[in-house]
């Protein structure tokens, strides 16, 4: 659309009624006009050595990379972007690389998840900013998935999500091992006594082979599945191994199909509607997926303008089972799931619980991309029927009762079966340090019966949501062979780990939910079946601690933390900034 002042300096080239003319580009306002403006811009780029005709009339893709040298389920993404850039260049458009911020999981502190919504923010203002007519998003590590589609949902230009893709298989002393999942295993073998520093040690070196997100049904695959299945993702993509040859093959698809997507005008708009987030549900109680994605999903469908909700969520664990036989619900990971089929192969399995008219990124429905998956011959076991799941437990259960108002979730599948229905005294630590400082203390008053209970690990009190709710089981019980306890914070926890760990209990006790009331022995009452979570402590008694109870200092008092603790929601609700949160668009860079 030429609508600054000035001649057009070329006229458009006539195309096809549905497609878009080249003066309909965002990026024509910048370089397709005669005025000073446009001459600078062509300038300005030409300074680089980018000719003029390059720039003109073509669809400028940004390729949106949080690669970094720190983050290394990203490291080889560097190398990925030129893929894209190629894919892009043959499809007649220009490349340009943005680099954003990246969030790997286990170096940010406090939590990635503090950054989950900077990353969001700077992903639409890159691309509202710049000459750009659509955006190839690259991520893969957990936040930076509901990171970049977050941004590029609120934008709404053409996008499409290229994954990182997962690491490969681990293997340590014979056993096949799970990034995060065996982490946790053996460091309580370790402080059991069962194996030496040593082994520890090898462990270390074994663990993490290649490039790539963890290789479980972690928060990284599970929310790179959902990209796949809310139709941003090349079918099939998610789940190549981030050093498999097809993984460079893929990157270089994606550059040259976003190209026509531009043409298409084929936006975020297009593909996610109710029936996607259906879907998407459908497909995260399938996989067995992180409870991390309860928070990240409920973010994008509000970001949407999608009503969806924990209690949608729950009823849609108690329709499909866990199919997915990967870590840590299950015994393989995600090279297997790959050769298995992958996603379109499982989405085949529950197609009965698909709207399969759902548009995506091919420009095809979700039906017709995967009309031809079918699970792998021998791989039946890795990708199940809705009929044999590995667990009919569920991928997730919500509880409410008096210490949850609002919600808690729990992740039945990863846990003990026998504390499904528990009651048992409370231990209580006031914030992490409280706990690291004492979970070994052979002074403290705990058994197999008791419940852990971590407050002040919330969105607020963490700061930021971090992943500290799987509890460390005690020494002492370790000991005694207890591999397993009830758990309950309004922390997260990895999608890596499992165990009978109830999260994101809201409101959080930083702002005077519930939680900051529990004491040292109160018993507490766990029903997953019923979805109940009770602090057996009549009311009168609450009432008066409440009357006792003050809120802590803020964390902040300036910058993005600030900021952070001033406009984030509660788990419940995404944990997205509220300015944020509903759709709507902001003025384009058109006049200026």
Known sequence: MNDLPGPVVEPPVAVTPERKTRDQLRSWRWFGTGDTRGFSHRSRMQQVGIRREEVMGRPIIAVVNTWSEISTCHRHLRERADSVKRGILGAGGFPIELPA???????????????RNFLAMECEELLRSHPVDGAVLMGGCDKTTPGLLLGAISMDIPAIYVPAGPQLNGHFQGVKVGVGTHTRKYYDELRSGLITEQQWIDL???MCRSHGTCNTMGTASTMTS?????????????????????????????????VSMVWEDLKPSRLLTAQSFSNAASTYMALGGSTNCAVHLIAMARRAGVALTLDQLDARAREIGVLVNLMPSGDYLMEDFHYAGGLPALLRRIEAHLD??????TGRTLGENIAHARVAPGSEDIIRA?????SDRGALAVLYGNLAPDGAVIKPAAAEPALMRHTGPAVVFEDMRDMMKRIDDPALVVDARSVLVLKNAGPLGGPGFPEWGNLPIPKKLLAQGVRDMVRISDARMSGTHYGTCVLHVAPEAFIGGPLALVRDGDLIELDVQARLLELKVDAAELALRRADWRAPQPRFERGYGQMFSAHVTQAPLGCDFDFLEKPGTLAEPDIY
Request: with cysteine; proline share 8%.
């Open 101 to 115: 911020m990246s969030l790997g999981e286990v170096m940010v502190k406090p939590t990635t998840m503090f950054y």
């Open 356 to 361: 399969l008219t759902a548009l995506t990124v």
């Open 386 to 390: 809705l009929d044999n799941p590995i």
């Open 204 to 206: 270390e070196a074994a």
């Open 226 to 258: 959902i990209a796949e299945v809310l139709g941003f993702c090349l079918p099939g993509s998610t789940s190549i191994p981030a050093d498999d040859a097809a993984h460079p093959r893929m990157a270089a698809d994606a550059g040259e199909r976003l």
